[in-house]
């Protein structure tokens, strides 16, 4: 029986991997959550994990007084889990830049690693693809457009001079129309994906499309193509989630229902594909399929993700910090949401960008990140 680690289980894409692991008959071995420690009880309970990692000591002391499992917290129980000697998948669920070091931890072990940390890979960039080919590690995307492309690809992150572009599509978010006007209005309690469910971080990414800039970032160091021939178009249905085009004019697409369920089912079943209880698609009820181009101040964030890149990963490390921050701080009533970019815009503006070659010099750049959008926000921008 094939053993899985889950990080981050209690959050849309961990609850999703969970419910395939059992489909798939696996093992589950480890399982990490953050704060939703009743959610996580429940896991126990249903799976019997052999390890579990919490956020805080004091939660895993508690659940020790009830469950048989081994329990740790913080980044070195994250660690930890990530890399037991007996699991080849981890699952990396992970909100945020919490899971760049697991990530790390688990490439060194030459793990499978089904990724939905983006982070991970935007703030890792070409110091993580390396540490994943030295160790003899895999990588499987999970977000779904990045899924797409691996599948349209044919189940490989390689390229070659066939490949023209990548295109990554997106919804437009919960705000698609919205006046400036009228985004000045948005607060936390609207946000809400219009096709997929998803945490409150991601999901005020999807809305700013900030988390497009991200995922340009992503395709970039996954398929290891340059960020200029990556492209990205409105398509408000969901159903096709990636293309890519090719020299000689032909286009794949990847299409199916808007459910993670797919993409790690793919990933995790990979190079077969099993059958599951997902939704088939009846294209005969979907009617029309959109494609739209991106206003212009969309694609202004978008041509800052990819300067960025250019520059290298200090840069590209220092966008995800001060997003992770702006958003932070929109959830918490800081900052309005249109507030988001500008804040994000006025720290990379800021910054005179070095190169940088180690782990601990990505989580040094994104310490300095973060403390200079702190103070970007407190002097009011």
């Known amino acids: 029986m094939k053993k899985i680690i889950i990080l981050g289980s209690t959050g849309s894409v961990g609850v999703r991997a969970l419910e395939v692991a059992k489909e798939l008959g696996f093992k589950v071995e480890g399982i990490s959550a953050g704060k939703n420690i009743e959610l996580l009880k429940k896991q126990i309970e249903e799976f019997f994990p052999a390890f579990v990692c919490v956020k805080n000591s004091r939660d895993a002391q508690e659940l020790s007084k009830n469950y048989k499992a081994s329990f740790m917290s913080g980044k070195e129980g994250l660690c930890k889990v990530a890399t037991l000697s007996d699991c ?79 295109i990554l599509t997106c919804s437009g978010g919960p705000f698609f129309g919205y006046s400036k006007e009228e985004l000045k209005k948005v607060t936390p309690e609207k946000i809400n994906h219009p096709n997929w469910q998803m945490g409150p971080k991601i999901s005020v990414d999807c809305a700013t499309l900030i988390n497009k800039g991200l995922e340009i970032a992503e395709a970039a160091y996954l398929f290891g193509v340059d960020p200029y021939s990556i492209e990205v178009v409105i398509h408000r249905e969901s159903i096709i989630h990636s293309m890519v085009e090719f020299v000689n004019g032909s286009l794949i697409a990847q299409m199916s229902e808007p459910d993670m369920k797919i993409a790690i089912h793919c ?68 900052i309005g949401f249109s507030d988001i970019p500008r804040v994000v815009k006025k720290v990379f503006e800021s910054v005179a960008f070095k190169p940088i070659y180690s782990l601990e010099s990505v989580i040094e750049a994104n310490k300095n990140a973060e403390k200079l959008t702190e103070e970007i926000i407190e002097s009011g921008f």
């Open 88 to 166: 080849e998948v981890v699952v990396n669920a992970v909100s945020g830049f919490a899971g760049l070091e697991p990530t790390f931890a688990a490439a060194r072990c030459g793990k499978k690693i089904a990724i939905a940390n983006k982070e991970s890979i935007v703030s890792g960039g070409n110091i993580l693809m390396r540490c994943v080919q030295e160790n003899g590690a895999q990588i499987f995307p999970l977000d779904s457009e990045h899924n797409a492309i691996w599948q349209c690809l044919g189940g490989t992150l390689k390229t070659s001079g066939e490949v023209k572009k990548l």
């Open 267 to 334: 990933a995790l079943s990979f190079p077969l594909r099993v059958k599951n209880n997902s939704k088939s698609m009846d294209l005969t009820k979907k009617g029309i399929l959109t494609f739209i181009k991106p206003k212009e101040d969309y694609e202004q964030i978008f041509e800052m993700f990819r300067k960025a890149l250019r520059m290298g990963e200090q840069a590209i490390c220092t966008l995800n910090a001060a997003n992770e921050v702006a958003v932070k701080s929109f959830l918490s009533g800081r």
